[in-house]
């Protein structure tokens, strides 16, 4: 065995091990960033361990050279601008990127080194195509949801879209049938043009608050199609890494599936959790009838006697960019002698654990985040909750009103607080686009304003109040 050989054994072999540490690390906050790191590090060692192994011509390095470095500027710039309220568009557009590659190797491999491939092959040419068109068309469609910039149109809530895709689904059976007896010919085309639309056909009805299992099952799908690609090119290391991320993908879809309590074939074939409303908020402000509002001042006067506060932080939280400005309000609170802990839904924000992440940002300590099932039964007995741009994961019609498309949500139970203040710029919709029955309850009062600068008006009516000055009371 050559060097080069056994080289490349050991940087595969190193590589598999990273990656799953760094699946293993992305569990926890604590060790996300460094379990990122690690998988990274397991991606360049299996690049660079399958170019020693190959003789590649000059002309070869300085193609992969060029490509590296647009690549790499690319990924550089993406990330260096990506605001975190962005961060699921780019994480569909990355999918979409997986989706693609697979797409385009398995192509590639069809055309140009066909002949005399064993059926093994073949059917791994046809599944790697399937999946990674999908994946790519589903989730540039899934990112063009979530900026805003796709709306769900009006045909594919009927029956008209299973008529569609079931009818694309058909050609693509036809084709992957077809392609082992002719893999650079016609077949290949129809399966690429049938697969990338049944990709679009199936994520264009999703709309609402279901758009986070659609971005993880994407996911788990680029895993798969990288997978059916290393059985077209029969690497190990692609089978191995595909197969981590589909698992891992799929299992965060059932999380989120479990976490709204919905079905994977009701998100994919039901109608659309938060129907077929605008994605990323809007709403109508018209509708309420009880609303109470206050000033900081007036909630700066109820969080002054408060033993027990509860945060609810949402979206707006992190579109206001107000951790940091939270953290200081906290601490007045302790300070004071309450007791304060975080509210954390999981599918709050914009992606999986995004107030966990925004809060670690504000250094907020771990043990005062708590989950839902934990943080629920606590409520009753909770002085005053703040919700902080949180709109849907609080709407108390999830639980009661079955005509809700919320309905059978799971919810932070919030309305069983003594008092609720809900920090929000307007009456508008969350990401689901509907009513909030929370904001007309007799405890509730809305202080309108963008989150940062209520908190901060907050923090210096405390101050006036010589909150932060004096000893805590013993309890
Ligand atoms: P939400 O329901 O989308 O509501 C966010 C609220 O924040 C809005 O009502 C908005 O009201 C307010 N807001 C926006 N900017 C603000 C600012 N600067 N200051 C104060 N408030 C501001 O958010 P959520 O309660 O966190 O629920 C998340 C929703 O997104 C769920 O429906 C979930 O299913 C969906 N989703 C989640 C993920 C995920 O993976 N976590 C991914 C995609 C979608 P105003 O405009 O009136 O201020």
């Given at each position: 065995?050559?060097?080069?050989?056994?080289?490349?054994?050991?940087?595969?072999?190193?590589?598999?091990?990273?990656?799953?540490?760094?699946?293993?690390?992305?569990?926890?906050v604590?060790?996300a960033r460094?379990?990122?790191?690690?998988?990274?590090?397991?991606?360049?060692?299996?690049?660079?361990?399958?170019?020693?192994?190959?003789?590649?011509?000059?002309?070869?390095?300085?193609?992969?050279?060029?490509?590296?470095?647009?690549?790499?500027?690319?990924?550089?710039?993406?990330?260096?601008?990506?605001?975190m309220?962005?961060?699921?568009?780019?994480?569909?557009?990355?999918?979409?990127?997986?989706?693609?590659?697979?797409?385009?190797?398995?192509?590639?491999?069809?055309?140009?080194?066909?002949?005399?491939?064993?059926?093994?092959?073949?059917?791994?040419?046809?599944?790697?195509?399937?999946?990674?068109?999908?994946?790519?068309?589903?989730?540039?469609?899934?990112?063009?949801?979530?900026?805003?910039?796709?709306?769900?149109?009006?045909?594919?809530?009927?029956?008209?879209?299973?008529?569609?895709?079931?009818?694309?689904?058909?050609?693509?059976?036809?084709?992957?049938?077809?392609?082992?007896?002719?893999?650079?010919?016609?077949?290949?085309?129809?399966?690429?043009?049938?697969?990338?639309?049944?990709?679009?056909?199936?994520?264009?009805?999703?709309?609402?608050?279901?758009?986070?299992?659609?971005?993880?099952?994407?996911?788990?799908?680029?895993?798969?199609?990288?997978?059916?690609?290393?059985?077209?090119?029969?690497?190990?290391?692609?089978?191995?890494?595909?197969?981590?991320?589909?698992?891992?993908?799929?299992?965060?879809?059932?999380?989120?599936?479990?976490?709204?309590?919905?079905?994977?074939?009701?998100?994919?074939?039901?109608?659309?959790?938060?129907?077929?409303?605008?994605?990323?908020?809007?709403?109508?402000?018209?509708?309420?009838?009880?609303?109470?509002?206050?000033?900081?001042?007036?909630?700066?006067?109820?969080?002054?006697?408060?033993?027990?506060?509860?945060?609810?932080p949402?979206?707006?939280l992190a579109?206001?960019q107000a951790q940091h400005t939270l953290r200081?309000?906290?601490?007045?609170?302790?300070?004071?002698?309450?007791?304060?802990?975080?509210?954390?839904?999981?599918?709050?924000?914009?992606?999986?654990g995004h107030m966990n992440v925004l809060l670690a940002e504000a250094d907020v300590?771990y043990?005062?985040?708590?989950?839902?099932?934990?943080?629920?039964?606590?409520?009753?007995?909770?002085?005053?909750?703040?919700?902080?741009?949180?709109?849907?994961?609080?709407?108390?019609?999830?639980?009661?009103?079955?005509?809700?498309?919320?309905?059978?949500?799971?919810?932070?139970?919030?309305?069983?607080?003594?008092?609720?203040?809900?920090?929000?710029?307007?009456?508008?919709?969350?990401?689901?686009?509907?009513?909030?029955?929370?904001?007309?309850?007799?405890?509730?009062?809305?202080?309108?304003?963008?989150?940062?600068?209520?908190?901060?008006?907050?923090?210096?009516?405390?101050?006036?109040?010589?909150?932060?000055?004096?000893?805590?009371?013993?309890?």
């Open positions: 065995m050559s060097t080069a050989t056994l080289f490349s054994y050991a940087s595969d072999l190193g590589a598999v091990l990273l990656l799953a540490l760094g699946l293993k690390g992305l569990s926890k604590r060790s460094s379990a990122n790191g690690l998988a990274a590090l397991a991606m360049g060692l299996a690049v660079v361990g399958l170019l020693i192994q190959q003789s590649l011509s000059l002309e070869a390095w300085l193609w992969i050279g060029v490509g590296t470095a647009i690549g790499g500027l690319a990924g550089v710039i993406t990330a260096q601008r990506v605001p309220t962005a961060m699921p568009e780019t994480v569909a557009l990355f999918n979409g990127c997986g989706g693609m590659a697979s797409l385009l190797v398995a192509v590639a491999v069809a055309l140009f080194q066909s002949s005399g491939a064993d059926l093994v092959a073949l059917i791994s040419i046809v599944i790697s195509v399937f999946v990674g068109a999908i994946t790519f068309s589903g989730s540039v469609v899934a990112m063009g949801k979530l900026q805003g910039w796709i709306a769900t149109p009006g045909w594919t809530q009927s029956q008209l879209r299973h008529a569609v895709n079931i009818s694309l689904a058909v050609a693509c059976l036809v084709a992957g049938i077809g392609l082992p007896s002719d893999p650079a010919g016609l077949p290949l085309w129809i399966l690429v043009v049938a697969s990338s639309l049944l990709g679009i056909g199936v994520t264009l009805p999703i709309g609402g608050a279901d758009m986070p299992v659609v971005i993880s099952l994407l996911n788990s799908y680029s895993g798969v199609a990288a997978a059916a690609a290393g059985f077209v090119v029969g690497s190990q290391l692609l089978i191995v890494a595909g197969a981590m991320v589909g698992a891992a993908g799929l299992i965060l879809t059932q999380v989120m599936c479990t976490a709204m309590n919905r079905s994977l074939v009701s998100v994919l074939f039901g109608g659309a959790l938060g129907g077929a409303a605008p994605v990323g908020g809007g709403g109508d402000e018209a509708g309420y009838t009880r609303i109470t509002s206050c000033s900081p001042e007036e909630c700066a006067m109820a969080l002054e006697t408060a033993e027990r506060v509860v945060f609810v949402g979206y707006g579109v206001a200081e309000l906290a601490k007045l609170l302790e300070a004071n002698g309450a007791e304060v802990s975080y509210a954390i839904h999981p599918v709050a924000g914009r992606m999986p300590p043990e005062q985040l708590l989950e839902m099932d934990t943080i629920n039964p606590d409520f009753p007995r909770t002085d005053v909750v703040i919700v902080l741009g949180a709109n849907d994961v609080v709407n108390p019609d999830a639980k009661s009103d079955p005509t809700s498309p919320l309905f059978g949500m799971p919810v932070l139970e919030v309305d069983q607080a003594r008092q609720v203040f809900v920090v929000k710029r307007s009456l508008g919709a969350g990401y689901a686009g509907i009513k909030n029955a929370l904001f007309e309850l007799p405890q509730t009062a809305m202080v309108f304003g963008d989150a940062k600068a209520v908190l901060a008006g907050l923090v210096s009516e405390l101050r006036e109040l010589g909150v932060g000055k004096k000893t805590p009371t013993a309890v």
